[in-house]
């Protein structure tokens, strides 16, 4: 029987300074009113010069390995999400294995902006299902306020910094062992199913202008965010009911749903499409506005840790970013 991926543990980190819409009305011709009515972000953390994706990553990491309660040296794989790594090379991944003392297993980055948590879990999934793994660490983590242009007002006011992390372990049976029989909790647990997307074509509705190859810079964000926002929100509502149609479920069956926090327009509008309502959508946005790939493992373990996600319950996790990229997990907790 293959090994089921079950998430035993998750931790985020946010930068402690923090920019408001305010601060930002000082610097460029913007308003909060403009801000919160277009995107519903109040404020955002920025990393301090010389805190780095890494450390964001490490900090964040710590707090998952101790929630789940593991050793260092049970992890076998480290999968960092990120578009903001330290360097061009060696991978983040990497440094978060030296700087958390591992010396044995694998570490590896992968890059689907705002998509990469999804992306990573579905990594972590197949590693656990193929029994290349049985412990992953998996993280996002972004600087990404790095590459933004400050001078670029529909931009630069939408993105913040933090991690997230999860570690994923293969369980023989994925049921609910310490729950009594007929506690209505011995339901397979764990991550069902993963799905990706992705549609190249559309690389010019949110890229960076810049990279190693093409420009030899780093490069800034550049979005059409009109356009954007209308595929976000019917690429975000087939990729639900695709999820559930797999899974054999309905929308009444999703306990939570936690997205890529982009824009609070863009989390409202899909919730309506789906007719979910939006109570049950965890929304971080307001105060940690877009952090890429970091932004759902920051809002699970939120609702984790306050008690709103309970276990057995039905997570819906979802994301669209540049590439176009976009993809679903559906686990139950
Ligand atoms: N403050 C004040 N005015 C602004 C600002 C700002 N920060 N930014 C743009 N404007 C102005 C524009 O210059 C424009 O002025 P004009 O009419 O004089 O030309 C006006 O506001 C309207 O601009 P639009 O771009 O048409 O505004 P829109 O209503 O589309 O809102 C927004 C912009 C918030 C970016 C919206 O398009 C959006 O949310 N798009 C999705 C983008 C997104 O979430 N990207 C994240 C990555 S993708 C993902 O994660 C899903």
């Known amino acids: 029987m293959s090994a089921k991926p079950l998430i035993i ?35 955002r953390h920025i990393a301090d010069d010389g805190e780095n994706t890494s450390d964001l990553a490490l900090a964040a990491a710590q707090k998952a390995i101790a929630h ?9 794989l480290v999968i960092v999400a990120t578009t903001t790594p330290d360097q061009t090379f060696p991978s983040t991944a990497t440094r978060v294995q ?6 044995n297993g694998a570490a590896f980055d992968i890059q689907a902006v705002c998509s990469g948590f999804i992306y990573g879990i579905s990594i972590a999934e197949a ?14 983590a972004e600087t990404f306020t790095r590459i933004l242009d400050w001078e670029d007002r529909a931009t630069c006011v939408l993105f913040g910094d933090g991690a997230g992390a999860v570690v994923v372990q293969a369980s023989t049976n994925g049921l609910d062992d310490d729950e009594p029989a007929g506690s209505g909790h011995n339901q ?26 093409s420009t030899k810079t780093v490069g800034h ?18 990729v639900v009911d695709e999820a559930l149609e797999a899974n054999g479920l309905e929308r009444d069956d999703i306990s ?19 007719k979910l309502p939006a109570e049950r959508v965890v929304t971080t946005v307001d105060r940690h506005a877009n952090t890429s790939a970091a932004s759902i493992p920051l809002a699970l373990d939120e609702a984790v840790r306050d008690g709103r996600i309970k276990r057995g319950d039905l997570l819906l996790l979802e994301a669209m970013g540049g590439g176009l990229t976009w993809g679903s997990c559906l686990v139950r907790w």
């Open 9 to 43: 543990g998750c931790g985020s980190y946010l930068p402690d300074k923090i920019v408001t819409n305010y601060d930002l009305a000082e610097r460029i011709d913007t308003s909060h009113e403009w801000i919160v009515e277009r995107t519903g972000i109040h404020k």
């Open 68 to 76: 789940a309660e593991i050793d260092v040296d049970d992890i076998d």
């Open 98 to 103: 030296a700087m958390l003392g591992m010396s």
């Open 127 to 140: 590693f656990i299902r193929s029994a290349q793994a049985k412990t992953v660490l998996l993280i996002g």
């Open 188 to 213: 397979e647990r764990g991550i069902l199913s993963t799905h990706l997307h992705s549609d190249g074509k559309l690389n010019d509705l949110l890229y960076v202008d810049g990279g190693p190859s």
């Open 221 to 238: 964000v550049r979005m059409l965010g009109r356009e954007l926002f209308r595929h976000a929100v019917v690429n975000l509502a087939a």
């Open 256 to 274: 939570w749903v936690v997205p890529h926090q982009a824009n609070k327009r863009i989390l409202d509008s899909t919730a309506r499409k789906l």
